[in-house]
């Protein structure tokens, strides 16, 4: 199966670091991604990792991979206002024609 | 130009009516994608098209039928759709088999089907 799990909700002060968990369990992934998601709009891919890597910053974005727990991390520093929106974490599969399984998406509101 | 761009934005029809959602990339890229978005659900996949030809199919049914004229051009027509297929459409587009599977999305076509 490719179930993709994430808590629904986050509320975070400005400034404050902001941690979005997502759980997967196809141990064949070879890419998991971030996608954000603004109201009434489409997705926008923010980072992506690949399976073998356990790390992975891009400025205020760190993403942390557990492979053997199937667990996916996204801390965002620094949270700003902009920030709010709902996050999706994906999953794609080597030979899964660029298939993507996205994860059940997490609301991140950013409170002043 | 990295944009996918989705028209019309908004559509409602009725159930015996014909419509159609395009969708269109000057990107290069040689994948392009349907998915079905409902309210504060993960978008779910619909149709893949790669080198203009449909290679995934999610068991969709035969009321949304998809066309790629060319590689920068992606269609969904419909044909007696149903209130329940009421949701938000997104066409993504990636450069095909790369690696990365980055997907570019637009903006969507909110559909309500009355």
């Known amino acids: 199966g490719e179930d993709v799990e994430q808590s629904l909700f986050l509320s975070v002060r400005e400034g404050d670091s902001s941690v979005i968990n997502c759980t997967y369990t196809d141990s064949s992934s070879t890419y998991l991604y971030w996608y954000k998601q603004e109201p009434g709009a489409g997705l926008q891919l923010l980072t992506y990792i690949f399976s073998n890597m356990d790390m992975k910053q891009d400025q205020r974005l760190t993403v942390l991979l557990n492979k053997k727990d199937k667990h996916l991390s996204l801390r965002i520093a620094d949270t700003q206002t902009g920030d709010s929106a709902i996050y999706f974490c994906?999953?794609?599969?080597?030979?899964?024609?660029?298939?993507?399984?996205f994860g059940t998406g997490t609301q991140l509101k950013v409170e002043l | 130009d990295t944009e996918v761009t989705q028209t019309p934005k908004h559509l409602v029809m009725g159930m015996t009516n014909k419509k159609s959602l395009k969708c269109e990339q000057h990107?290069?890229?040689?994948?392009m994608y349907w998915y079905k978005q409902k309210a504060k659900k993960p978008p779910e996949l619909m149709f893949v098209y790669s080198y203009e030809k449909l290679s995934i199919n999610e068991s969709v049914p035969s009321r949304f039928s998809p066309e790629c004229p060319n590689s920068s051009l992606l269609n969904l027509h419909l044909h007696a759709l149903q209130p329940e297929d009421s949701a938000l459409y997104l066409c993504?587009?990636?450069?095909?088999?790369?690696?990365?599977?980055?997907?570019?999305f637009g903006e969507g076509s909110r559909l309500t089907v009355l």
């Open positions: 993504a587009s990636s450069q095909g088999d790369a690696n990365t599977g980055e997907l570019f």
């Open positions: 990107m290069g890229h040689r994948a």
């Open positions: 994906a999953e794609s599969i080597t030979g899964g024609g660029n298939k993507l399984t």
